[in-house]
């Protein structure tokens, strides 16, 4: 009980000058916490002594984890590009720099400086997205999930769309396409069998009640073998042969051509754009490598109806998203590739990340053992799935450490890096030049040395 009495009161214990300079509330909130915990633990007898400054130790500590921020900067050495758990595609510090101006001063986000009146938020980008594309008019939402919503909400509400069977598919986070069609209010119409489609499935499926015909990219799985689906051509015909609406939710949706004819796994935007389609949508931050986005293209009378739907309110983005966008879109007009990040990755030669390998193994030559590996990779982020591209990785051990024990302690340094045949690898795909310095760095200061 003499313990217990010892508590200091909370009045007279924030009074202590470490804590001038912080902002007093949080401070009494977390002191609270504190001498609650600690009544508690003596209760339990869980405690035998304590000091007051063990108990303004203790509020600092947490005082400080609140306050300093929980997102920070990694080095991504799994060789995912797209990596969906880290961050998936990077904005290029030079975009941003540009980008920088413009958010941090009042803008003409909806402004229109011609006629001096009221504009529209998505002008800014419709221009440049429509010459590469060749679409009559773009909408740009929160991601491609909004775009599927809206587009399922504004046209197939109460009404039937027509999909296969095999591509409802479930991507990360437990995203399951069929469940955000079904919230959207359109009734899914499913056809075929998982692993065969055919265009007279579609066509015996519709009925007066039909809107669309939907299309959506395998995103995470292929189906090999014994398998057939119906591609987006014959089904934009169908669509209008019936006067239906086409849609395809293309996921990743590349508008360049990609390296080791990954073309045929993914779809590439420009190619779908010249089968007419009356609406497509694909992620701003997959292969298009640009910020979080849905982009939603097609026919103008379309778009005028999606732009009319009040949940467009909800799903709309912010002025950093389209500086960012209008800035990476301009980039693959002019094709500066290498001012997108996720592109400049995906090209990168064997030879150049070889190289970097080889660099960084000669630094660390002398306190760690390591080994040149070539390995294969994923872009990620559910674009071309099950298909690997080529990558060159270091395996590295340090002193007498098991893969586990180099793993979390990379990790603790915010080097994500993968266990591959039971040894440590930093894949240098997603590495960045500038981090080369910073991983050696920190392999010395994990051995110690
Ligand atoms: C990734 C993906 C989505 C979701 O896109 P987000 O931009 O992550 O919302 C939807 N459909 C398909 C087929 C996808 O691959």
Redesign the pocket.
Known sequence: MFLLKSIPKVDKFIENDKFNDLALSLVVSITQEVLQDLRENILKNKVESFTEDELVQTVLQKYDELTKPSLQKLINATGVIVH?NLG?SLIDAKTFDKVKEIVTSYNNLEYDLVKGKRGERYSHISDVICRLLGCEDVLIV???????FLILNTFVKKKEVIVSRGEL?E??GS?R?PD?MKHSGAKLVEVGATNKTHLYDYEDAITENTSMLMK?????YSIEGFSSEVGFKELVKLAKEKNLIDYY????GHLVDLPYGLDQYEPSVLKCMQENPSLL??????LLGSV???IIVGKKEHIAKLKKNQLLRMLRVDKLTLALLEENITSVLLNKIDDIPTLKMLFTSIEELRENALYMQEKIKDISESEIIETKTVIG???TPNRTIPSIALSIKIKNYKQNKMEKLFREKKIIGRIQDDKFLLDFRAIQKSEIAQIINIVKEIADV
Request: without cysteine; glycine residues 16%.
């Open positions: 969906t998936r929160n991601n491609n999930a909004s775009a599927v598919v991507i990360g995203f396409i955000v959506v990219h395998k995103s995470n939710d293309m996921g990743s949508s694909f992620s701003g931050d997959k979080q986005a849905g982020g559910g674009t």
